[in-house]
């Protein structure tokens, strides 16, 4: 399961600000960038999750979107306290739920990815998918830079234990850099993304998640994929 982001490839995020293009999208190209026609479930929204009045009118949002068949899975940022609305209106709806744990939120305030992970599930224990990571070679996301090595060494930690402990979790894999290069990082996404995959990633029980910025990503992670 990846995610390309709409905000990137065609400059619209339906529950995101306008784009600064002068070019206003329409309900329904919004519509057909995450629900094809044919297709038989709803999308998945990303949902950026700060208080106050944006609380409100972001549920609205998802709102009309589950009405009208077109969301099934709500994408949240992991937060003890700021996600909790989001989290309790996605229960409520029936929608499946899928957290984001940061490279940062895992170091963070905590001796291991395991103590992480279990002060959020213990708040969020509904949440179907749980993200580890993300970028984790690129310093513009995270202050916890980590190689493909040292990244499988902990999610394998983590994916062994939620297996022993919370055998109903479902692990996705950190999402990787969503450009096919970048003079920020060593590997682009696409080659990070399979040197993962030759560690182990590929072995293991798990969603596969990366990030898609522009085409030639696309092209290349799709390659990845049909190795």
């Keep these: 399961m990846g995610g390309i982001a709409c905000d990137k ?5 339906p529950t995101g ?48 979107l589950r009405a009208n068949g077109n969301l099934t899975i709500v994408r949240l940022n992991a937060d003890l306290y700021g996600v909790k609305p ?7 709806a029936g929608l499946r739920i899928m957290i984001v744990m940061d490279t940062d939120v895992l170091f963070n305030g905590y001796s291991s990815w395991e103590a992480a992970f279990d002060a959020h ?6 949440t179907d998918i749980w993200n580890i990571g993300g970028e984790i070679s690129n310093p513009a996301v995270t202050d916890h830079l980590l190689t493909p090595e040292e990244y499988i060494l902990r999610f394998r930690q983590l994916y062994e234990y939620t297996r022993a402990r919370y055998p109903q979790v479902k692990l996705a894999s950190g999402p990787t850099f969503g450009s ?33 910025y522009t085409l030639n990503a696309l092209y290349q992670y799709s390659s990845v994929f049909g190795q």
């Design 17 to 64: 600000p306008s784009p600064n293009s002068g070019i206003e999208p329409t309900t329904e190209s919004i519509l057909r960038a995450w629900r094809p026609p044919g297709s038989s479930t709803g999308g998945c929204v990303v949902v950026q999750t700060p208080l106050g009045p944006a609380v409100q009118r972001q549920i609205e949002a998802l709102q009309k």
């Design 9 to 13: 490839i065609m400059g619209a995020s």
């Design 121 to 126: 599930y213990s708040r969020y224990p509904a």
């Design 86 to 92: 989001y989290y309790d209106y996605a229960l409520s």
């Design 180 to 212: 096919a290069s970048s003079s920020k990082i060593s590997l682009g996404g696409p080659a990070e993304f399979q040197k993962l995959l030759e560690l182990g990633l590929a072995d293991m029980d798990i969603v596969l998640a990366v990030n898609v």
